[in-house]
């Protein structure tokens, strides 16, 4: 009985640990709050929030929607036509980026209608700025999404098209993580 407490006592505490954010990732979430609560450019602290929602998820992927829509609302601000063109690039990738990790939040409550409207979203920018590492990722995350409905013929197109661009790029791990779903 006494191993048996103490083997569950560790069990927990180590879960806990695993929760629990590491000195470096403590130092960019205090960072990025602070960035977030004094700048005002609607660009770089849309692209802050989506950073600290990143670094949150592992502790509550609950905080990536709220963070997420956060900075689509300042990107909604913006108009994208009249940011130079480095900027646009950025403003696409930072909303794209954005309804990937909404997408995720719905995947995880099982909405899989909800989860792809997001990802299909942020597949169409990704698309229109030829980012080929987000469209193999989006792709991947279609794919999934369909595969978990059962809907194989659709899981299957959309794994073929991340894995055309892995080949193209001769990203080997894309390519062994693509074919190993």
């Not at 994208?80 to 690039?89: D, G, V």
């Given at each position: 009985?006494?191993?048996?407490?103490?083997?569950?006592?560790?069990?927990?505490?180590?879960?806990?640990?695993?929760?629990?954010?590491?000195?470096e990732?403590?130092?960019?979430?205090?960072s990025?709050?602070?960035?977030?609560?004094?700048?005002?450019?609607?660009?770089?602290?849309?692209?802050?929030?989506?950073s600290?929602?990143?670094?949150?998820?592992?502790?509550?992927?609950?905080?990536?929607?709220?963070?997420?829509?956060?900075?689509?609302?300042?990107?909604?601000?913006?108009?994208?036509?009249?940011?130079?063109?480095?900027?646009?690039?950025?403003?696409?990738?930072?909303?794209?980026?954005?309804?990937?990790?909404?997408?995720?939040?719905?995947?995880?409550?099982?909405?899989?209608?909800?989860?792809?409207?997001?990802?299909?979203?942020?597949?169409?920018?990704?698309?229109?700025?030829?980012?080929?590492?987000?469209?193999?990722e989006?792709?991947?995350?279609?794919?999934?999404?369909?595969?978990?409905?059962?809907?194989?013929?659709?899981?299957?197109?959309?794994?073929?098209?991340?894995?055309?661009?892995?080949?193209?790029?001769?990203?080997?791990k894309?390519?062994?993580?693509?074919?190993?779903?």
């Amino acid at each position: 009985m006494r191993h048996f407490v103490y083997i569950c006592f560790c069990l927990i505490f180590s879960l806990q640990l695993i929760s629990q954010p590491n000195v470096e990732e403590t130092k960019k979430i205090d960072s990025l709050n602070k960035f977030i609560s004094t700048n005002t450019a609607a660009l770089k602290k849309a692209k802050a929030l989506v950073s600290l929602a990143e670094l949150l998820y592992n502790q509550n992927p609950d905080t990536l929607l709220p963070l997420c829509q956060q900075a689509l609302n300042l990107l909604d601000a913006l108009k994208e036509e009249e940011l130079p063109a480095k900027q646009a690039y950025e403003y696409n990738q930072i909303k794209s980026l954005a309804y990937n990790n909404i997408g995720v939040v719905y995947y995880l409550h099982g909405s899989y209608a909800k989860t792809l409207h997001y990802y299909i979203q942020s597949v169409k920018i990704r698309e229109s700025i030829n980012d080929e590492d987000g469209m193999m990722e989006s792709y991947n995350n279609i794919a999934g999404v369909y595969k978990n409905q059962s809907d194989t013929a659709q899981a299957i197109d959309y794994y073929k098209k991340s894995l055309a661009i892995a080949e193209k790029k001769n990203n080997i791990k894309s390519i062994s993580n693509t074919l190993n779903n």
